[in-house]
């Protein structure tokens, strides 16, 4: 039998060391590394197969259909081999549709045939409410899925489902955490999707290790992915976020699998933003935009009126900015606060905004217009729970602290984009016939852009398009004196 030989790697960054240390050597992370055992006898791997049945399909629990949940069946229909228009391939890897416009656009289409979904959210964001959504939509469509929970018992995934008006068609429901018995389900029934709900749950006999750390999460991850190929099965894990947002585990679970989502929002607020940040059968950096109902997640038609529907007419520091969330033009409104400090030193503080290009932007108003602003306190937000990392947003965020610091509103007719510079000039950005145009359609009469060089744009109608070279003729066309 192989010797057994264990290291420690970084649930953060990855990366692996011979021993224990508090404090990742490599991305700085404390108390982030722990044991992975790596190398295994493979008398291990024999013994469980034998325990579980792998291989003979003995031994292990069966999926029951989601809908016979509490009515005394025991086991599966038959799977299914059909043609459907569910699945769609020009030339391209099949696809699933899903029946949900906004998740198959952020997919670049449907889930494609074979292809492995990670999916992180908050808790209580809508994850697992999104998955069976799609599992409703998968099984319409005619195809077998595959729901596999590790944290929900199968009544109350069927009350669930019951909430959201889930007929449940074709839905097999397994309630495990291991992994060798998920393994058996899939390999004996093969479905068209799976979903697990979530991977930090799973757990493997081969390893020693307690569910979730980190060399689980990998292992599992990579027994599932291999089937998933070679199977030619669509397959969602849905994974637990950190404190930071980020997916919990190592960043390598992230170049595993062919597409990364976000699920995000306040649980305050209704709506809900799925964002993609790799997709290898879609454009990367695409959203969609749905509102939490009682009956689910449903699309909103129009972003821009959902940012726009609150906002205060006449108040100072509220600039209304054409951002872009993948190739989608939103209208969202960008707020600021300047005033005196009551501390002994000045606030910066920033919501949806990254605080250091505030910082910057400050230092540019200062230099070039003579705005006193180190002395204040400053405060940023983006209406909505909208989070905002593009150069177009620096115009108007000057604009919102020029806005709140003269107490002077910027008309309500205008929306203001571009890059600033520290020379104090405004550059040209990406997407800015795309911008106008959904800036007029929003009834919006006025737009100061860039007034640099770049292309011929074709000018909505009903909308006055003034180029601003500087953030001082930026300030003197909004506040003429």
Not at 44 to 49: E, G
Not at 241 to 267: F, I, N, Q, S, W
Request: charged share 20%.
């Amino acid at each position: 039998m192989a010797k057994s030989r264990t290291q420690y790697q970084c649930q953060s960054c990855g990366a692996r060391f011979p021993k224990w240390m508090g404090r990742c050597q490599e991305c700085g992370e404390w108390n982030s590394v722990v044991e992975d055992l790596t190398a295994h006898g493979p008398g291990v791997v024999h013994l469980h197969a034998a325990r579980t049945g792998i291989g003979g399909g003995l031994g292990a629990p069966t999926a029951v259909l989601l809908r016979d949940v509490g009515a005394g069946t025991t086991g599966p229909e038959g799977g299914k081999s059909m043609e459907s228009p569910g699945l769609e391939g020009d030339g391209e890897p099949a696809r699933l549709r899903t029946g949900m416009a906004e998740l198959e656009r952020v997919l670049g289409g449907g889930i494609p045939a074979g292809a492995v979904v990670l999916l992180g959210g908050d808790p209580g964001i809508g994850k697992s409410t999104l998955v069976l959504q799609v599992l409703e939509g998968v099984g319409a469509a005619g195809y077998d899925t595959l729901y596999i929970s590790g944290e929900e018992s199968a009544s109350q995934i069927k009350q669930r489902a019951g909430r959201l008006g889930c007929a449940a068609r074709g839905v097999r429901l397994l309630a495990e955490v291991e992994l060798e018995p998920m393994l058996v389900e899939i390999e004996r029934n093969p479905p068209r999707l799976v979903v697990l709900d979530s991977i930090q749950t799973a757990r493997s006999a081969e390893l020693d290790s307690a569910a979730g750390n980190v060399s689980q999460v990998r292992a599992c991850a990579a027994r599932l992915i291999e089937v998933a190929k070679r199977r030619d099965i669509a397959m969602v894990l849905i994974g637990h976020v950190t404190k930071e947002g980020a997916l919990a585990g190592p960043r390598t679970l992230e170049h595993m699998v062919d597409v990364v989502l976000y699920l995000e929002g306040l649980e305050e607020r209704p709506h809900r933003i799925l964002r993609s940040v790799k997709n290898r059968f879609g454009a990367s950096h695409e959203v969609g935009l749905f509102a939490m109902t009682a009956r689910g997640l449903t699309p909103v038609e129009n972003p821009s009126a959902l940012f726009l529907g609150e906002r205060a007419q006449g108040a100072s520091g509220t600039v209304v900015l054409p951002a872009m969330e993948g190739t989608r033009p939103v209208l969202v409104e960008v707020q600021a606060l300047v005033g005196e400090h009551a501390s002994a030193y000045s606030r910066r503080t920033a919501v949806g905004v990254d605080p250091n290009r505030v910082a910057l932007l400050q230092a540019v108003l200062e230099k070039h217009l003579g705005s006193a602003l180190s002395g204040l306190d400053i405060y940023l937000n983006v209406a909505g729970g909208l989070r905002l990392n593009e150069p177009a947003l620096d115009a108007a965020v000057a604009a919102a602290m020029l806005s709140s610091f003269r107490n002077l509103p910027v008309p309500a007719e205008v929306v203001v984009f571009g890059e600033v510079g520290l020379a104090g000039e405004l550059r040209s950005v990406r997407n800015t016939q795309e911008r106008l145009a959904e800036a007029a359609r929003q009834g919006f009469t006025r737009a100061l852009v860039p007034g640099s060089r770049g292309e011929p744009l074709t000018l909505p109608k009903g909308l006055r398009v003034e180029p601003v070279r500087t953030v001082r003729e930026l300030a003197e066309t909004l506040f003429p004196t």
